[in-house]
């Protein structure tokens, strides 16, 4: 039996498109997958929980087949595919075409997920992680289009950061840059998960925050009130605590948006960017409680010249972000 | 009279060289003019005092005057060139080819270089900031050979930075990138030049921190008494005297690699570069006084897949740095 070999995009067909892209987002919680037409347009969508079992194999193999039903129920095949693309939480190794050790997949160590991915599709498939993928997503099509220079923030457990410069997605040595979440805003602050003291993800992270917030949240905030117990207090109570005016959570929002402010500020200086979109939470705080003041705040620390021209804009793309995460992967994340 | 329109280079020559090169590097004080051949070999140089007049029609002339000297002896033409490369301080519209307001050249307020200079030479020029184009000098031919991913620090009276991300010089929006001197590193810490708080130049640029050396030097210290008197002291004699063990001197050294750590830190969690490469006082100052220390801070706040392929490296060019600044420029700067 000859060895498997993963199908290869055709170097004739690389850098343009003329099929079908199939884009997959793997999260800890949710599956999403669509398929897109050669200029992106979504003719298919799902979403379902994302079938982590502990074992990456039959993972691979249950997503492999959601895909698959997906394509099929479209009147498709694998031959009218250009590319799949994958994104997936936490640092993927593009040479191997391997997923590490998300935190959010369990079980997943060092899978081969490119040519494990390919051999069951049939499909020539591109890997990223979800903070590049975003990145993508919301410069093609999203908050960003048109943009040269983007840098995109997402805070979800940790804060994932994705750059898009000079109209590319840039990457660093071995794919290791664009870790804005690690970002230092306060000198010998706090501890990060990381190891390292006083990185943004330290204090804007959901789970480093949603750990401050279960002990300092005080019982007669609004805040405990719609999490039900100080115990399940999580950012998305701050968010909707300060809409209604709560003094606690408008603290909170305030230093949430003092320390963003100081990670803008540094991009900005070191990249010029045109456009830093803002995720998750930040999303969902919206222009008054976290918009308005972040560019207030970012508008004290930066030079004119750097901050004109720069747009803070919540995600473009909505529920959306998902699928266009994974499409835009299988457009122009990396072959390996 | 047909109006002026400025040698082009070849479409059909564009991205690869096969004449030769002229490069001028504009310093405040120094004018340094270099030819080299396809490969980047230098086969005439020269180095004199700036023509600085005040009047930068003037200074254009007799730099173009200079650079046609030069020409003329190497038994060479303007039709022998594919391109001039300038490296001026300060920022450059490179929509506009122009200099905009260097405070180091006097009376130069927007000149429109490129033209002027291409006007005089006959040869399609480019032009860099001088910390763009020592970026590129050291990374075609320096300390960062072969490198995808490089940033260059330079403490002179300012800090210039210059930044080679995916192998090609990164600009940003309108060019306004890389102000890696002015990434925070003391919250609501010295005032800097530029007006905000804290920046990295606020501590290590050469204006900022001979200013303060000659409020604090201690008048016994060999600092002082190698400059002649306090109110001499500059970085050089700190450089000196910390070589010789004055503590006062060997503290301010440990300042310089305080702040200049937490600026490579940040720039390593946001860019994961192969080489940082520090120019000037750095290099000056060397392993002992400044690269260890450094390297050994760094460490401390940046994650081991970070740091553990990171060099940072003293300039590989000494003296030559100018005009290899200069021919890099000619050979991949901005064509506008």
Redesign the interface.
């Known amino acids: 039996m000859l060895p498997f070999r993963p199908p290869q995009i055709p170097a004739a067909f690389q850098g343009f498109l003329i099929g079908f892209q199939l884009g997959i987002d793997l999260g800890g919680s949710k599956l999403a997958i669509a398929i897109a037409d050669a200029e992106g347009g979504l003719i298919a969508q799902q979403t379902r929980p994302s079938p982590l079992s502990g074992d990456p194999e039959a993972d691979v193999l249950a997503i492999a087949e959601d895909a698959a039903d997906l394509i099929a129920r479209s009147d498709l095949a694998a031959r009218d595919f250009d590319a799949a693309g994958f994104s997936v939480p936490g640092p993927v190794d593009h040479e191997r075409g391997a997923v590490l050790a998300p935190p959010n997949l369990p079980g997943w160590q060092n899978v081969p997920l490119r040519d494990r991915m390919s051999e069951r599709l049939g499909i020539p498939v591109r890997l990223e992680n979800d903070a590049n993928a975003a990145a993508l997503a919301e410069w093609r099509f999203g908050a960003g289009r048109g943009a ?2 983007l840098a995109y923030l997402t805070m979800s457990t940790g804060v994932g950061t994705g750059l898009i ?2 109209g ?1 997605l ?11 979440g ?3 805003v ?2 010998e602050g706090e501890r990060c998960a ?3 003291r006083g990185c943004l993800e330290a204090y804007l992270g959901g789970a480093a925050w949603s750990r401050r917030l279960r002990e300092i949240a005080p019982a007669t905030s609004q805040v405990c009130a719609l999490a039900g117990s100080r115990e399940l207090v999580s950012p998305k109570h701050v968010v909707a605590a300060a809409g209604e005016g709560d003094a606690f959570a408008c603290e909170e929002m305030e230093r949430f948006n003092h320390y963003l402010a ?1 990670a803008i ?3 900005a ?6 456009v830093v979109v803002l995720g998750t939470i930040a999303t969902a705080a919206g222009e008054a409680l976290c918009f308005e003041p972040v560019r207030a705040r970012v508008e004290t ?3 004119p ?2 901050r004109d ?2 747009r803070i804009l919540p995600i473009g793309l909505g529920e959306q972000l998902p699928y266009y995460a994974g499409v835009c992967v299988a457009r122009e994340g990396s072959p390996g």
């Open positions: 040269q220079n410069l000079d590319r840039y990457r660093g040595h071995r794919g290791r840059a664009s870790e804005f690690h970002t230092c306060e000198w990381c190891g390292q100081r500020a540094a991009l200086f070191a990249l010029a960017p045109e620390q930066v030079w010249a750097l021209e720069l």
